[in-house]
């Protein structure tokens, strides 16, 4: 168990919809990491939060955004979705700003219909 | 773009043997790579980090080797067991960057 709590772990949803997945980082780590990975583009790193900030952005739609709040824990919001926008969705959380260790939770896996 | 790949996307190694997994990389400004492993169903779980100004480090049954020069990291995975039946990724960050690029990965097979 990594520590890093995500969900919900499955989510069928239809395009055009929105949906919000959740996070809950590593008791501690102040940063938190969304990747997407799908079966063609492998692991990409979507975006990171630290401590409340954005910090890094990475290919991200413009359809998706991110936010952390106080408490730390971290939602990703996915919407007009599309059926390539099926994946899985992984958060990861470290203790420090950089990538250093960082541990990952076991995904929510996203199914447009 | 910069990108990092991998040699091989599979191997079946004999349980007892060693493992070797390679890593190609075209970002010579990479500062830190790190390798994960990933079982079915699970997100991926770190195993060993390296920095750039390091050729080499070692952890428990694993090494991870660095070759500048050439753009190359290899993972050796020693006495594999079915346990270490798992997707291998390596990924790097450069200098000052906060987000990793993964590697395709490779699937590692043992058999008993």
């Known amino acids: 168990d990594s520590g890093v709590t995500q969900t919900p772990k499955h989510l069928i949803t239809a395009t055009g919809q929105r949906v919000t997945l959740r996070c809950s980082p590593r008791s501690g780590d102040l940063s938190v990491y969304w990747y997407q990975q799908s079966l063609d583009q492998g692991l990409q790193f979507l975006i990171q939060y630290y401590n409340g900030e954005e910090r890094a952005k990475g290919n991200i739609l413009e359809r998706f955004s991110a936010q952390q709040f106080p408490d730390l824990h971290s939602e990703l919001n996915l919407s007009s979705l599309e059926l390539g926008d099926s994946a899985l969705y992984f958060c990861a959380s470290s203790g420090q700003v950089g990538n250093t260790e960082a541990f990952f939770g076991q995904g929510t896996r996203l199914t447009v219909v | 773009g910069e990108s990092v790949g991998l040699h091989l996307p599979t191997l079946s190694v004999q349980e007892g043997d060693n493992s070797i997994i390679n890593c190609a990389y075209s970002?010579?400004?990479?500062?830190?790579f790190i390798w994960y492993k990933q079982e079915s169903g699970k997100g991926p779980q770190f195993i060993i980090d390296i920095r750039s100004n390091m050729d080499k480090r070692q952890g428990q049954r694993v090494t991870v080797l660095l070759n500048k020069t050439v753009k190359h990291l290899s993972l050796q995975i020693a006495a594999t067991q079915p346990g270490d039946s798992a997707v291998y990724f390596c990924a790097e960050s450069g200098a000052g960057s906060y987000q990793l690029t993964f590697g395709k990965g490779t699937k590692l097979s043992v058999i008993p």
């Open positions: 970002n010579s400004a990479s500062d830190y």
